[in-house]
Antibody
């Protein structure tokens, strides 16, 4: 059974940094694209970023470009999202996903002073 | 960016009803569309990919159709487990974009 477990969410002040992690099991992690999607409280889904299997190709939504970096460790079946210069509007539950098919339960990031 | 719209934004329905939810793209996306179901406090669940292909394990009462800019998700006979919010997503171009969702509530 495929399982994705996100971690690293926390309360952080505006301008701060945070690194999210996603551990994947039961799935050939190194062979698939991985995505991050977020959902602000009471709002809809927003795609954030993705990365190819080799980690050499990455795409971001414009609102996080230059602030967030997605990367992966195929040896550890893990996906990461490094977030800098966090803004109040980045407050959301962050989900990792295997090619937008299998999803984790999410981790909450709250940006507030 | 491709804008996705969904209609209606919400609806009230009864068990056994046949429902059709629609999704429109601001430009043609071929068949590069997925549908998701989300319940409160839970992660989205993938239902359909490539506009009409059912994900493994998804009940056959769900079906998808459409291409280009107009898409539909049909639930042939609504079950108690189906009350949720449904989102479409285009994966033709970057950034991937979701529709705002259709909430299906109990009448």
């Amino acid at each position: 059974e495929v399982e994705l477990v996100e971690s690293g969410g926390n309360l952080v002040q505006p301008g701060g940094s945070l690194r999210l992690s996603c551990e994947v099991s039961g799935f050939p992690f190194s062979g698939d694209w991985m995505d991050w999607v977020r959902q602000a409280p009471g709002k809809g889904l927003e795609w954030v970023a993705n990365i190819n299997p080799a980690g050499s190709e990455k795409h971001y939504v414009e609102s996080v470009q230059g602030r967030f970096t997605v990367f992966r460790d195929n040896a550890k079946s893990s996906l990461f999202l490094q977030m800098h210069s966090l803004r109040v509007e980045d407050t959301a539950v962050y989900y990792c996903s295997t090619s937008l098919n299998n999803w984790g339960r999410g981790t909450l990031v709250t940006v507030s002073s | 960016d491709i804008q996705m719209t969904q209609s209606p934004s919400s609806l009230s329905a009864s068990v056994g009803d046949r429902l059709t939810l629609t999704c429109r793209a601001s430009q043609a996306i071929g068949n590069d569309l997925c549908w998701y179901q989300q319940k409160p406090g839970k992660a989205p669940k993938a239902l359909i990919y490539a506009s009409s292909r059912l994900q493994r394990g998804v009940p056959s009462r769900f079906s998808g159709s459409g291409s280009g800019t107009e898409f539909a998700l049909t639930i042939s006979s609504l079950q108690p487990d189906d009350f949720a919010t449904y989102y479409c997503l285009q994966y033709k171009t970057y950034p991937r974009t979701f529709g705002p969702g259709t909430k299906v509530e109990v009448k």
